[in-house]
């Protein structure tokens, strides 16, 4: 069953997951960003997300409010754990230095793990898209995913903003009060 299951993969998934393995394990290493590409992640975690539930569930009955509310969770939870005092905000190149970290590639595999699986699990039980029980723990881990990812973008985008209408155009670390060099030990 298994073998059958991966055999009717279409070759487009496996793009998608050699593209965010790729794109964790850069994130688990310090490096400097444009804001640009910082976004990148957060809003192809978001069309998998929407397309998760919008594909799965469509957007009528609970499948969109359990989304909003597992995305709203996520983002005030990744908007508290954010550490600003590591992400150095660059303003004359318009990027950010943050540290590595494995967490983002743990959080991809789990929202493609999780989107495969409720693929699988609609394919072979189509009616478990009608159970309120199935419907709405998947509509709230999606959101929660997305959630997390947008909510560590706008935290760091607020730090760069704010060190942005400081007016000094310098490197200047999230709310740390010195001013300096980023260091790749992850200080």
Same mark, same amino acid.
């Given at each position: ?8 993969? /279409? ?68 908007? *508290?754990?954010?550490? *600003? ?40 039980? /189509?009616?478990?898209?009608?159970? *309120? ?55």
């Amino acid at each position: 069953m298994l073998q059958q299951i991966f055999s009717h993969t /279409p070759l487009y998934v496996w793009v998608i997951l050699g593209f965010l393995v790729y794109r964790g394990v850069l994130a688990s290493r310090a490096r400097e960003v444009t804001l640009r590409k910082l976004c990148i992640i957060p809003l192809v975690m978001l069309a998998l997300s929407l397309s998760g539930v919008y594909g799965s569930f469509g957007l009528a009955g609970i499948a969109p409010f359990a989304w909003t509310a597992g995305a709203l969770a996520g983002a005030a939870l990744a908007w *508290t754990l954010v550490d *600003t005092n590591k992400i150095v905000a660059v303003t004359e190149r318009g990027s950010v230095r943050r540290p590595g970290s494995w967490v983002p590639l743990i959080l991809m595999m789990s929202i493609f793990c999780m989107k495969y699986a409720v693929a699988v699990t609609l394919a072979i039980a /189509p009616a478990t898209a009608h159970a *309120t029980g199935f419907v709405v723990p998947v509509c709230l881990a999606y959101g929660s995913f997305s959630g997390i990812f947008l909510g560590g973008l706008l935290r760091t985008v607020a730090v760069y903003r704010a060190v942005q209408t400081e007016g000094w155009g310098q490197t200047r670390r999230g709310n740390a009060p010195q001013w300096g060099a980023f260091r790749s030990r992850g200080d």
